[in-house]
């Protein structure tokens, strides 16, 4: 049997960071988390395969490709073991630790990737190697799919599924505990950009200000353009503790900077103002007419507001999934319902959409019905100091998998 939290401080050791530099990948330790992640389905007996993806962009990213020869429909377990770039030292119980040297703490294992989703690596691993061993008959034949770049976008993911890889359904196990995910969000992200004349502050009335100009358009956009959002309403219920119960549109602005020549100095009126936004499309929304719907939103204020030099460019778009298998619902619900009572949790099953998105898009895009369930939590601190995954929570997705594979 494999030992899940040796394991994980194992996969949690490797540094395999990804972030995005002037619109470049910058990729660490791929190739060592790949083969330690092959290394470890290996030792668990399972029959492995690592397939080297390229991108659109001709980069390679490693995919580990795990499974064992049983059932006849196919099923995807998918993960990640790429994280969000972490800093150090972090203060854990008083203790400062690195983000890489895993800490075992009160039944909580703590380091960056331990809940988000190097968790989801070594539950599938442990729950395929103990089905293998027990010899039990399966009603699925299971893979699991291990991938890098679904911090920035699912590129992995996307790319392998588009490199000719299908399965007949497929569960994301890079997903939340709390309840059953039978659905996601999509995204939109665009920048806003006012050009303006620089000048001296002294002397306003020389200069054109853009930053005052944008300051106007976010308000009008937000007067009109937010609540448009707000009033999309899903069929899919909202996560518990939502302050809507369907799940809703939304949009937030999230970045307010200068253009790349401007200095950032009190005294001087910039050239150029540049905000971002994050826009959250509801599962069955369409995402091409939603980028129309920000087009038109946006030129619609700026014509109100009489600003000529404004544009605005979409850098990156993704519809939502929702599952279309029922079938495959009730029985992953019947999954999480068992596991939750393997670990003594005594929580009714909840289903919902989430307010994010993830990897089940790709899916959906594909024609493959998709669902959502893993070990993270709320309070887990994923992308921030102190990340941690409960012990439980990977014992009870262990079950989870067992229990929806026999």
Do not use: C
């Amino acid at each position: 049997m494999i030992n899940m939290v040796e394991e994980l401080k194992t996969l949690v050791s490797i540094k395999s960071e990804v972030r995005i530099e002037e619109d470049v990948i910058i990729r660490l330790n791929y190739d060592k988390a790949a083969s330690a992640v092959a290394n470890l389905a290996e030792r668990a007996g399972l029959d492995v395969t690592v397939e080297e993806v390229k991108t659109d962009d001709g980069d390679v990213i490693p995919s580990v490709i795990a499974t064992i020869p049983d059932g006849e429909e196919s099923l995807a377990l998918v993960s990640h073991y790429d994280v969000v770039p972490a800093s150090g030292p972090w203060i854990v119980d008083g203790k400062k630790i690195d983000p890489y040297s895993p800490l075992l703490i009160d039944g909580k294992l703590y380091g960056r990737g331990a809940a988000d989703d190097k968790s989801a690596i070594v539950a599938t691993i442990s729950a395929l190697s103990e089905l293998r061993i027990t010899g039990a008959k399966l009603r699925y034949k299971p893979y699991i799919v291990v991938t890098g770049d679904e911090e920035v976008g699912g590129i992995g993911i996307r790319s392998l599924l588009n490199s000719g890889y299908r399965w007949d359904k497929a569960v994301i196990v890079d997903a939340g505990a709390d309840y059953l995910t039978i659905g996601a969000s999509g995204v939109v992200h665009a920048w806003l950009r006012v050009k303006g004349r620089a000048g001296h502050a002294g002397y306003p009335h020389l200069a054109d200000n853009p930053v005052e100009k944008l300051a106007r358009l976010i308000a009008e956009l937000t007067r009109t353009y937010k609540p448009l959002r707000y009033s999309k309403l899903s069929k899919l219920p909202s996560p518990p503790n939502s302050p809507v119960p369907r799940l809703w549109g939304r949009a937030s602005f999230t970045i307010f900077k200068l253009g790349k020549n401007d200095a950032e100095k009190h005294n001087r009126i910039p050239s150029e103002a540049i905000a971002g936004i994050d826009v959250r499309l509801i599962p069955e929304e369409d995402v091409d007419e939603a980028v129309n719907e920000l087009y038109s939103a946006f030129n619609e204020a700026a014509a109100r507001l009489g600003i000529g030099n404004a544009e605005i460019e979409v850098v990156g778009a993704q519809r939502g999934w929702y599952s279309t298998d029922e079938n495959l619902v009730e029985k992953a619900k019947d999954a999480v319902r068992r596991a939750y009572e393997s670990v003594g949790i005594q929580d009714p099953v909840k289903v919902a959409a989430e307010l994010g998105g993830n990897d089940g898009s790709y899916f959906f895009n594909k024609g493959i019905p998709v669902v959502a369930f893993g070990a993270i939590r709320q309070d887990n601190n994923i992308h921030a100091p102190n990340e941690f995954v409960y012990i439980q929570d990977l014992e009870m997705l262990k079950n989870f998998v067992i229990n929806l594979l026999t």
